[in-house]
């Protein structure tokens, strides 16, 4: 069996699909949604999107090894450190609210 290719925009047409579906088919079961997480879940791919390119404009125009460079070169010593110590407390304090939240649902 032959493997086959599928473009960027096929792959990322499966994936918001996939992930539309999914918040569609959460607010049949759950009412007080009123149908508009979808709108959530689009922004959430356009921010997504214009994060990655801002990434991607930074990390090809400058000519260092690793980002954790780039970003030492464009906020300098003390502003990298702040924000490298911010962005795991961050995904932590997101990861329990989630959490938090799927707690309450099962119970």
Do not use: C
Not at 29 to 56: A, E, P, Q, R
């Amino acid at each position: 069996m032959e493997k086959e290719q599928i473009s960027k925009f096929q792959f990322f047409s499966l994936m918001l699909s996939y992930i539309i579906t999914n918040d569609l088919m959460r607010d049949v079961y759950f009412d007080k949604h009123k149908n508009n997480t979808w709108i959530l879940v689009i922004s959430g791919i356009v921010f997504s999107l214009i994060i990655f390119y801002i990434y991607m404009f930074i990390y090809k125009n400058f000519q260092y090894k690793d980002f954790n460079e780039i970003i030492n070169k464009l906020l300098g010593k003390f502003l990298t450190k702040i924000l490298f110590i911010i962005y795991p407390i961050y995904f932590i304090f997101t990861a329990g609210v989630t959490l938090r939240d799927q707690t309450e649902l099962i119970q």
